[in-house]
Antibody, heavy 121, light 108 residues
Framework: EVQLVESGGGLVKPGGSLRLSCAAS????????MSWVRQAPGKGLEWVAY????????YYADALKGRFTISRDNANNSLYLQMNSLRAEDTALYYC??????????????WGQGTLVTVSS | SSELTQDPAVSVALGQTVKITCQGD??????GTWYQQKPGQAPIVVIS???SRASGIPGRFSGSSSGNTVSLTITGAQAEDEADYYC???????????FGGGTKLTVL
C-alpha cells in the first residue's frame, strides 16, 4: 500500500524554525518527484514546494522562497521541509504529496494525512 | 505566475447534474486536475491526465475543457458528493503549481 506519513509539526513562536518529515512506503520513492502542499485552517490548498526524484530540480512558491527548503533522502525514503522565520500566516496543515505523471499532465497522488504547524506566541 | 478561479459555492438537488468550473490562463497550456476534499480528510484525485477518472471514482464524475476553462460535471449528484472541489494545474512557466480557491458543493 502506498503511504505517506508526515511528522514534525507543532506549535512554534513567530520567527522560529521547524523541520517537517515525510516517510514514504509502498512505492519506489527514488523514482518519484515530490511536493509539499499546505492548507490554512478553513482555507484552500496552496502548493509550497517541489523536488525532482534525484533532488536536482527544486521549485518554491514565490511567496515562500528564501524561508523554506525542501530536500529528500532517497536512501531512507524520506522527504523534508525546513521552515525558517515562521510567521502566523504559515499556520497550516502541511501535506506531503507524490507527483504522478500521465500522458498529458501530472497530479498529486496520494496525499498524506498532514502535519499541523501552528505559529503563535 | 497566474491564478485559477473557481466559484466559492455551488448547490445541486439530489440526483441532478452540476458543473463546477475553473478558469485560468495556465489552463491553455496545461491540463487541469480535479481534487475532492471532504471534511477532516486529505484531498483525493477525481479527474486527472486530461479527462481521466481516478481509480475508484464513480462514473458520474466527468471532466472537460475549453480554452482557459476546465469543468467537472457530476451527473446525478449523490449526497456523498458533498465536498470541496479544487482544480489545479502547473502555472504558465511550468515550474510552479496552482490551486483554485475551491468550490464547496452542497447537495440539497
Amino acid at each position: 500500500e502506498v503511504q505517506l506519513v508526515e511528522s514534525g509539526g507543532g506549535l512554534v513562536k513567530p520567527g522560529g524554525s521547524l523541520r517537517l518529515s515525510c516517510a514514504a512506503s509502498g512505492f519506489s520513492f527514488s523514482r518519484h518527484h515530490m511536493s509539499w502542499v499546505r492548507q490554512a485552517p478553513g482555507k484552500g490548498l496552496e502548493w509550497v514546494a517541489y523536488i525532482s526524484n534525484s533532488g536536482t530540480f527544486i521549485y518554491y512558491a514565490d511567496a515562500l522562497k528564501g524561508r523554506f527548503t525542501i530536500s529528500r533522502d532517497n536512501a531512507n525514503n524520506s522527504l523534508y521541509l525546513q521552515m525558517n522565520s515562521l510567521r502566523a500566516e504559515d499556520t497550516a496543515l502541511y501535506y506531503c504529496v507524490r507527483l504522478e505523471s500521465g500522458s498529458y499532465s501530472d497530479w498529486f497522488d496520494p496525499w498524506g494525512q498532514g502535519t499541523l504547524v501552528t505559529v503563535s506566541s | 505566475s497566474s491564478e485559477l478561479t473557481q466559484d466559492p459555492a455551488v448547490s445541486v438537488a439530489l440526483g441532478q447534474t452540476v458543473k463546477i468550473t475553473c478558469q485560468g490562463d495556465s489552463l491553455r497550456s496545461y491540463f487541469g486536475t480535479w481534487y475532492q476534499q471532504k471534511p477532516g480528510q486529505a484531498p483525493i484525485v477525481v479527474i486527472s491526465d486530461q479527462h481521466s477518472r481516478a481509480s475508484g471514482i464513480p462514473g458520474r464524475f466527468s471532466g472537460s475543457s475549453s480554452g482557459n476553462t476546465v469543468s467537472l460535471t457530476i451527473t446525478g449528484a449523490q449526497a456523498e458528493d458533498e465536498a470541496d472541489y479544487y482544480c489545479a494545474s502547473r502555472d504558465s512557466s511550468g515550474n510552479l503549481w496552482l490551486f483554485g480557491g475551491g468550490t464547496k458543493l452542497t447537495v440539497l
